[in-house]
């Protein structure tokens, strides 16, 4: 059984619709990337899965539990869309994280927030909050600011922080566009690393030989619709569409 199973999902913006019949589905373990222009809906695909948009039409299920179903007419709760959340754990491009607070304190504030009704320990949480910070190589950064770290750095902070609610689908959306060229390759090694561990993923990227080699399918948009999609080898070197040829031509250098 598929872990994610996304059905006709649909979003309008007032007259600009821009997702058009979405449908595909990912395997548990497997890494997903989409590929495509600015303004395709690659983002507002990521959004409507982690329920910061709400989709005009369309299911969403996670290991079979139906999560979204538009012809369902009851407005769910506030407390119920929160719970949704947490089956998709979210990496912003900006790092998003809160410059008041540690990198320790940014990857635990959520689980010390949910830590009663869970019954997890403080002390249990900063356990696993260090062990995180450690996985992406920053277990000399636990304490340390956000102004205090380059921007991979916060950016793998951000990746910490995501893992810490154990989402069963980690999402990327553009994960180094607000990168130095010179930081990308930190945040990929993390991304391949996670790849590497088997870990449920999407990822929204503009690295096409990233995702080639590290993406077991892949996805690509234009225009709100899926034009192509497969294993990534296959799409990214031999994309059989028209406009898939055209958008990867950019990327031949690679």
Known sequence: MA?????????????????????????????????GSSGSGKTTLL???????????????????????AEDTRRPSEAEIRQRRLH????????????????????????????????????AILKEGREL??????????EHYPHQLSGGQQQRVAIARALALKPDILCFDEPTSALDPELTGEVLKVIRSLAEQKTTMIIVTHEMAFARDVADQVIFMDGGVIVEQ??????????????????LSRFAQQ
Do not use: W
């Not at 872990?3 to 449908?23: M, Y």
């Not at 005009?56 to 139906?66: L, P, Q």
């Open 133 to 142: 910070l450690g996985r992406m190589g920053l277990a000399d950064r636990a």
């Open 47 to 69: 959004r409507c899965l982690n329920f910061l948009e709400t989709p005009d039409k369309g299911v969403i299920s996670v290991r079979g539990e139906t999560l979204f179903d």
């Open 3 to 35: 872990i994610l199973d996304v059905q006709h999902i649909e979003k309008h913006f007032g007259g600009t619709q821009v997702l058009r019949d979405i449908s595909f589905s990912l395997e548990e373990g497997q890494a997903l990337s989409i590929i």
């Open 88 to 123: 998709f754990g979210l990496v912003f491009q900006s790092f998003n994280l809160f410059p008041q607070y540690t990198a320790l304190q940014n990857v635990t504030l959520a689980r010390e927030l949910m830590a009663k009704e869970n019954h997890e320990s403080r002390d």
């Open 230 to 247: 497969g294993p990534a080898r296959e799409v990214i070197d031999h994309p059989k569409e028209e406009r898939t040829q055209h958008f």
